[in-house]
C-alpha cells in the first residue's frame, strides 16, 4: 500500500518551527557568537582598523592602543 502526502511549504515550515523551535532557540545564539567572530576577524585583516585583540589584556595596553600605540 502505498501513500500520497501533499503538503506546501509553509506546512513543511510550520512542522520544522513545531518540532525543532527548542534547537532552532539554541542555535540562533551560537550563529550570533560565529557572525560577531567574522565581524572581528574582517576588522582585524583591515590596515586601517586597529584591533585590541588579546585575552585577558592589561588596561594599559588598550589606553596605549586608544592612544594610537602600538598594542601589545
Do not use: P
Not at 567572530?37 to 588579546?54: P, R, T
Amino acid at each position: 500500500m502505498s501513500y500520497l502526502f501533499v503538503c506546501s511549504l509553509a506546512d513543511v515550515h510550520e512542522t520544522i518551527i513545531k518540532e525543532d523551535k527548542k534547537f532552532l532557540d539554541t542555535f540562533i545564539l551560537f550563529i550570533n557568537a560565529i557572525h560577531k567572530q567574522g565581524m572581528l576577524h574582517q576588522l582585524a585583516n583591515s590596515k586601517d582598523e586597529n584591533i585590541w585583540w588579546v585575552k585577558d589584556g592589561a588596561a594599559e595596553s588598550l589606553r596605549g592602543l586608544l592612544a594610537g600605540g602600538v598594542g601589545e
